[in-house]
């Protein structure tokens, strides 16, 4: 509805331009006495106004493109300008402009070149203040006694805020995750949650997929997303934004989180490292879920269910409630069974924590048959 309405105010704006050129042109003293009655002048208007709404009307929807992504271009350019800088940048154009304006008084009785005199010096002494306001805004903005209080104001919301937690721009793979929802709802995360309008068309493709997997998998994306937005204790922000010039939704993820300041949350191993090189902070919820696992020490003692083989002789398997692997030697003949196990190592590798044990049992059997080889030896 909105860019029907801007097509036809560029239509009407064309409409409007055919009609003054047309009156224009036909007031000239050259060409008024080519036209022989009001009737042909009139005419000739109404053809000139018709051809340039008709022109404006063709060109409305590559205009609306071109000014789409020039205000996008400078709303990315102005986001990534520091506060302290468009402060000083403004106040420099508006004492450029107002010594601009007094000059131009001066310039204003000069025949012919005045006013453009006056244009020109308002241009260079514009650009000229905004780019010493830029530079010396620490000094410009000490002159104000009001100013240093505002910037004084700015740096401690700003260090609130990055106290509070700065933006996490989502990735598909947390989304789809559904673990993110649960540690925001629990007061752990705070800030702002970016879903950007890239992330939300992946989820579309992969709830839209023909694989029944995937599909599954991108709606209960779709539905987690959905849940976390209704909630009032958590915040997610959708944001319009795409870069043209990108086409792999991970290195989008970078460009925003550079362009927010922010953190990309992420499951992804390979976007983790990738983000680390060009200095982007990660929240990846897996090596969380490593780091609040309980930590478990040698001789520690512990019950497990053996479910399968290992990959040594003789080895069992079995897994805690947080999914660690628990391997037990000599656990081959228990598989099936829940047995009491005592912790012998622990490793740490990439893919997460590992856990080495031994049944219990086999320490009481060897125990016992220490204390009998003593005490025979004891009567002997």
Excluded at 308 to 316: L, N, R, S, T, Y
Aim: proline share 3%; with cysteine.
């Amino acid at each position: 509805m909105i860019l029907k309405l801007v097509r036809i105010i560029i239509t009407l704006t064309g409409g409007s331009l055919g009609f003054w050129l047309s009156s224009m042109t036909l007031d000239n003293n050259f060409v008024k006495p080519l036209v022989p009655n009001n009737f042909m002048a009139y005419t000739l208007i109404g053809l000139g106004t018709v051809f340039l709404a008709l022109l404006a009307f063709a060109l409305a929807p590559w205009l609306i493109k071109k000014a789409s992504q020039a205000v996008t271009g400078i709303e990315n350019g102005l986001q990534r300008i520091p506060t302290q800088d468009l402060l000083g940048g403004a106040l420099g154009l508006i004492i450029g402009l107002i010594i601009a304006t007094l000059l131009g008084y001066s310039f204003s009785y000069v025949p012919l070149i005045g006013g453009y005199l006056a244009i020109l010096v308002s241009l260079g002494l514009g650009y000229l203040g905004l780019m010493l306001g830029m530079r010396r805004k620490d000094d410009l903005l000490a002159v104000f006694s009001i100013l240093p209080r505002l910037g004084g104001r700015e740096k401690e919301r700003s260090s609130k805020n990055e106290v509070q937690g700065r933006y996490k721009v989502l990735d598909t793979s947390v989304i789809i995750d559904g673990r993110i929802a649960d540690i925001c709802q629990s007061g752990f995360i705070e800030g702002v949650l970016v879903a950007p309008s890239f992330v939300l068309e992946e989820l579309r493709h992969v709830a839209d997929s023909a694989d029944l997997l995937k599909r599954s998998r991108g709606r209960r994306g779709l539905d987690i997303l959905n849940e976390m937005h209704k909630n009032p204790n958590i915040t997610v922000e959708v944001i319009e934004i795409d870069f043209d010039d990108l086409t792999e939704v991970d290195t989008k993820l970078i460009r925003l989180a550079q362009l927010k300041n922010g953190y990309v949350m992420t499951n992804d191993y390979n976007l983790n490292k990738v983000a680390e090189l060009q200095g982007v902070k990660v929240l990846n919820i897996n090596e969380l879920a490593n780091a609040l696992k309980p930590i478990v020490l040698p001789g520690e003692e512990m019950v497990v269910q053996v479910i399968k083989d290992g990959k040594e002789v003789g080895q069992g398997v079995g897994y805690l409630d947080d999914g660690t692997m628990i391997v037990v030697d000599g656990g081959r003949k228990f598989i099936g069974q829940t047995i009491e196990v005592i912790v012998t190592s622990v490793f740490q590798t990439a893919a997460g924590r590992m856990i080495f044990a031994k049944p219990k049992m086999a320490d009481k059997k060897y125990s016992n048959t220490s204390a009998g080889i003593n005490e025979v030896n004891f009567v002997g």
